[in-house]
């Protein structure tokens, strides 16, 4: 989030100052004292909160001047009322001779210094002025700096839920390689989200799962199809079953109707090599081992939120040597050519033929930074990326 102006730096250009003050003697001296600091200042005055208000309508000026004795607002309740107006500009307070203890209780609710009235000359005026802005610019970039390192544990905690450790057995019998590419171009997490986790029958269950859209709220979401999937799976729901649920969580928690998720869930039983796949409109998967690639795309029904009740339920086999390898989309849709070209399922593919022949890890690793490298020149990768391999160890 950029920081608020609050206006030129010091000697880069004129200034503007807004006067708030009612005594027309105290105003001309202050338009005397401008005139002598030596500084270009367009000076503006009101009379009253009211008329200051008006003015701060019309232009922004660089720094106040504010009387805490006006006729329609006295003492702090003053600066609190100009500070409503505009918060990112910097306020001096002008206090009487007999007034000190004011500007100290001023300052400390928020103006950038106060000045005694009948003790200020040129020089003080010049440099408060001046100090003032570079304060409150000080000030704004240090909230920016808090708001956004907020933002960041808010965005490694909505990670730590979306892209969970896998919770497998001692010895699961299976190898999990699982990497994520967060796209940072908006600073907001997608709804990319996945899950491992291995039942007391030994099955090893994967899911993979991508929210429509990006932004905290779909992120959210994903969270929760996350967790509502390792719950429902736990409880001993599968195949439909859990889709039924799973898609009941999604549109009680989505946070308009036209929000949808797609979703891979597999189920593999790492002794004999037979799993299942339900796919809910998600795209296919890599078949990685015996130094080549192959796309498997098993029968798929509608993604979670569009109404459906079924989704084919699909009994394969993986081969000894072998990995399955579950993807978002992210990894295909970047840009890789000219106008609209994008890489897409079969320019992954290809992509993942040519470094087949690489270990599991290393495999995963190489896929992903070839497609960023592919996608770089043409603006970046612009969706976040989720890729899991699951293969069963040797015995």
């Known amino acids: 989030m950029p920081v608020p102006s609050t206006g030129a730096l010091p000697g880069s250009q004129r200034l503007s100052l807004l006067l708030v003050e009612d005594d027309r003697a105290d105003a001309l001296l202050v338009e005397e004292l401008i005139t002598d600091a030596a500084i270009d200042i367009d000076f503006v005055w009101s009379q009253s909160i009211a008329d200051a208000a008006s003015k701060l309508s019309a232009a922004r000026p660089?720094?106040?001047?504010?009387?805490?004795?006006?006729?329609?607002?006295?003492?702090?309740?003053?600066?609190?009322?100009?500070?409503?107006?505009?918060?990112?500009?910097?306020i001096i307070v002008l206090t009487g001779l007999n007034d000190e203890h004011f500007g100290v209780s001023a300052v400390a609710s928020g103006a950038q210094d106060y000045l005694v009235k009948g003790r200020v000359d040129p020089e003080m005026l010049?440099?408060?002025?001046?100090?003032?802005?570079?304060?409150?610019?000080?000030?704004?970039?240090?909230?920016?700096?808090?708001?956004?390192?907020l933002r960041a544990q808010e965005n490694a905690r909505l990670e730590r839920g979306l892209l969970p450790s896998p919770l497998l057995h001692d010895n699961p019998g299976v190898n999990i390689v699982t990497q994520s590419l967060p796209s940072r171009r908006e600073a907001l997490l997608g709804g990319d989200f996945y899950d491992?986790?291995?039942?007391?029958?030994r099955t090893v269950h994967v899911?993979?799962?991508d929210v429509a859209g990006h932004g905290p709220d779909e992120a959210a979401l994903g969270v929760a199809l996350r967790i509502g999937w390792r719950a429902l799976t736990f409880?001993?729901?599968?195949?439909?079953?859990?889709?039924?649920?799973l898609d009941r969580i999604l549109t009680t928690e989505r946070p308009g109707r036209g929000t949808f998720a797609t979703l891979l869930s597999v189920a593999?039983?790492?002794?004999?090599g037979r799993f299942s796949a339900v796919r809910a409109g998600h795209p296919g998967?890599?078949?990685h081992g015996g130094g080549t690639v192959d796309w498997l795309e098993p029968a798929a029904g509608p993604a979670l939120g569009l109404g459906a009740t079924e989704w084919p339920v699909n009994l394969l086999q993986l081969d000894d040597g072998h990995g399955l390898l579950l993807l978002t989309d992210g990894l295909f849709e970047g840009h890789a050519g000219r106008g609209d070209e994008r890489l897409g399922e079969?320019?992954?593919?290809d992509l993942a033929r040519s470094v087949a022949t690489l270990p599991g890890p290393d495999f995963v690793h190489a896929l992903i930074s070839q497609a960023d490298a592919r996608a770089r020149p043409h603006g970046g990768l612009t969706d976040d990326i989720a890729v899991i391999r699951v293969e069963r160890s040797a015995r």
């Open 196 to 201: 491992v986790v291995q039942t007391p029958d």
């Open 346 to 349: 079969g320019g992954l593919l």
């Open 235 to 245: 409880a001993g729901l599968r195949g439909n079953d859990r889709m039924r649920q």
């Open 268 to 272: 593999l039983e790492p002794d004999t």
């Open 62 to 90: 660089d720094c106040v001047l504010l009387d805490l004795n006006l006729p329609d607002a006295q003492g702090i309740d003053a600066l609190r009322r100009v500070g409503d107006l505009d918060s990112t500009i910097p």
């Open 285 to 287: 998967l890599l078949v």
């Open 126 to 149: 010049r440099r408060a002025v001046l100090y003032a802005i570079e304060r409150k610019r000080a000030e704004l970039t240090a909230v920016d700096l808090h708001a956004s390192r």
């Open 207 to 209: 899911m993979i799962g």
